[in-house]
Nanobody, 114 residues
Framework: QVQLVESGGGLVQPGGSLRLSCAAS????????MSWYRQAPGKERELVAT????????NYADSVKGRFTISRDNAKNTVNLQMNSLQPEDTAVYYC???????WGQGTQVTVSS
């Protein structure tokens, strides 16, 4: 079954860190660029970070540059998002996405609050 399953979300205080993971199955993961998106309540879904199939290229939204790091492990079929210095405005549902074919995971909730 072709699918993406996110994990690692939760409640964290401002300034804290979380690491999201996305497990891919049912396709040759190493062939595809991957992305993380997020959607806050009442807002449109926005691109957070992208990584190429071989991890030689990454891109970030201006709002997360210097705080978030996207990485992947093609041996484990996972793509990760390390999030540091989290702020309340980072609160959103975070989605993993395979860029070709627009395959989405179910999302994982991240809440930043004191």
């Amino acid at each position: 079954q072709v699918q993406l399953v996110e994990s690692g979300g939760g409640l964290v205080q401002p300034g804290g860190s979380l690491r999201l993971s996305c497990a891919a199955s049912g396709f040759r993961f190493s062939n595809y660029g991957m992305s993380w998106y997020r959607q806050a309540p009442g807002k449109e879904r926005e691109l957070v970070a992208t990584i190429s199939s071989t991890a030689d290229k990454t891109n970030y939204a201006d709002s997360v540059k210097g705080r978030f790091t996207i990485s992947r492990d093609n041996a484990k079929n996972t793509v990760n998002l390390q999030m540091n210095s989290l702020q309340p405005e980072d609160t959103a549902v975070y989605y993993c996405m395979r860029r070709v074919g627009s395959l989405w995971g179910q999302g994982t909730q991240v809440t930043v609050s004191s």
